[in-house]
T-cell receptor, first 115, second 116 residues
Framework: SQTIHQWPATLVQPVGSPLSLECTVE??????LYWYRQAAGRGLQLLFY??????ISSEVPQNLSASRPQDRQFILSSKKLLLSDSGFYLC??????????????FGSGTQLSVL | AQKVTQAQTEISVVEKEDVTLDCVYE???????LFWYKQPPSGELVFLIR??????QNEISGRYSWNFQKSTSSFNFTITASQVVDSAVYFC?????????????FGSGTRLSIRP
């Protein structure tokens, strides 16, 4: 069966510090991978998605970047965090069938607080 | 442009009451997909249902039922005889046709609280 792991669960970082959130998927190959952000009291905003190794698409301009160094590994990064980067970050995957409307499987999320 | 509106920010009902969560969507596509996800306090979103635009038949799964009406662009979710374990944030979502360009977009969610 497929599983998705996301860590850390919580993170408190000072403004201006770097960020690295990691997500890995097991039990499937060549998945679509996604990073979403959920701001307090708001919906889910798609930040990045990837359909293959080294292939990253950004949905919104921001202070963050993403990388996919391996087939089932997806990393969210920042060189210098801003207060506005605080939020709940969710990694998700879906089967890669050439589309993005398959159901998503989500990780347990990372609560990031930038102080 | 695609848009999903969940006008109910928070709903609170007493256990065993029925509750309906509203979802209204906007799209210019003739083929599209609608979803509902549940986010319990643990934070992880759980898939509930996926429905394509050509299937307007209502669906029932235990205490859960979904009413899809293309005429009003709505995909409402009803929980019958609610239980405390149903307390969560519920998200409605929309994606376009079967193509690599169409992503899933989410509504802002409805926080449902079931009081014992």
């Amino acid at each position: 069966s497929q599983t998705i792991h996301q860590w850390p669960a919580t993170l408190v970082q000072p403004v201006g510090s770097p960020l690295s959130l990691e997500c890995t998927v097991e039990g499937t190959s060549n998945p679509n991978l996604y990073w979403y952000r959920q701001a307090a009291g708001r919906g889910l905003q798609l930040l990045f998605y990837s359909v293959g190794i080294g292939q990253i698409s950004s949905e919104v301009p921001q202070n963050l970047s993403a990388s996919r160094p391996q087939d089932r590994q997806f990393i969210l990064s920042s060189k210098k965090l801003l207060l506005s980067d605080s939020g709940f970050y969710l990694c998700a995957w879906s089967p890669n069938r050439g589309n993005h409307n398959e159901k998503l499987f989500f990780g347990s999320g990372t609560q990031l607080s930038v102080l | 442009a695609q848009k999903v509106t969940q006008a109910q920010t928070e709903i609170s009902v007493v256990e065993k009451e029925d509750v309906t969560l509203d979802c209204v969507y906007e799209t210019r596509d003739t083929t599209y997909y609608l979803f509902w996800y549940k986010q319990p306090p643990s934070g992880e979103l759980v898939f509930l249902i996926r429905r394509n635009s050509f299937d307007e038949q209502n669906e029932i799964s235990g205490r859960y039922s979904w009413n899809f009406q293309k005429s009003t662009s709505s995909f409402n979710f009803t929980i019958t005889a609610s239980q405390v374990v149903d307390s969560a944030v519920y998200f409605c979502a929309l994606s376009g046709p079967y193509s690599s360009a169409s992503k899933i977009i989410f509504g802002s969610g409805t926080r449902l609280s079931i009081r014992p």
